[in-house]
């Protein structure tokens, strides 16, 4: 395990062997939003243009040169000995080890070996990868914040939240847990009520438990959904599951 973790969901914090360290007590909010956007983009430098429409999507200040370099200042001297902050030719980059774990990173890992020990078969080893990725991926991404960075890493996670649920409803089917398994799905209707795949999920695992009466609820709750928000009939798939 790497001696340098960083959670980028939830409160934002970099754990090391010395403690915990949280950059929005450091620098505030906008030390935070930094602090998210370098440690997300770790492996590469942000030009400072880019560091700035994220502190500042709709109106930055006249500035704001000088405000960013004094927030990635204040950060800077706070973060500790195992994390730095790089700035060169225009560009800031975080310093962290080689071996860094960073929360988010090891969502996207999670799910891809889920997936694959699926395709490969092999649906014992499944539920532990899901559980990582839905662990990490059910705490909120920089809570009150706002702008078109932080919406678009957001969905990145709610659907990498819908493929660890996917694969955690594909175990406990498996492994004949139906609770579960129709909780799992529950879950990604409420993510998306109109992701019409989730409740051809739903009816597959009620139906599996010999629920065919759930099944055809939720086939139900589908075609009025469909039919209320988007005017449209269930695809030809869900009417075959159904049938």
Known sequence: MSAVRLYLTGDPAIETEAGVV???????RQGRLVFALLAWRHE???????????????DPPGSWETTLSAVVSNLRKGLG????????????????????????EAAYRAVHEAEGAIRAGKIGSVYAWSGVATSITRRAF??????????????????????????AVEFCVWNAEWGP????????????????????????????????????????RCRTVLAEELGILPHPDTEALFD
């Open 22 to 28: 949280r950059p929005g007590d450091i620098a505030g």
């Open 44 to 58: 590469g430098a942000v030009p400072r243009g880019e560091v700035a429409e994220v502190l500042w999507p709709v």
């Open 81 to 104: 000995s195992d994390i730095g902050i790089e700035h060169a030719v225009g560009c800031y980059q975080l310093d962290a080890p080689p071996d860094v774990w960073i929360d988010v």
């Open 142 to 167: 920089l809570a009150g914040e706002e702008g078109a960075w932080v919406e678009g890493r957001r969905r990145e996670l709610a659907a990498l939240r819908i493929r660890g649920l996917e694969a």
């Open 181 to 220: 398994a129709t909780r799992y799905a529950e879950s990604l209707i409420e993510m998306d009520p109109l992701r019409e795949s989730s409740y051809r999920t739903l009816m597959w695992a009620a139906a599996t438990a010999g629920d065919r009466s759930a099944a055809a609820r939720a086939y139900e």
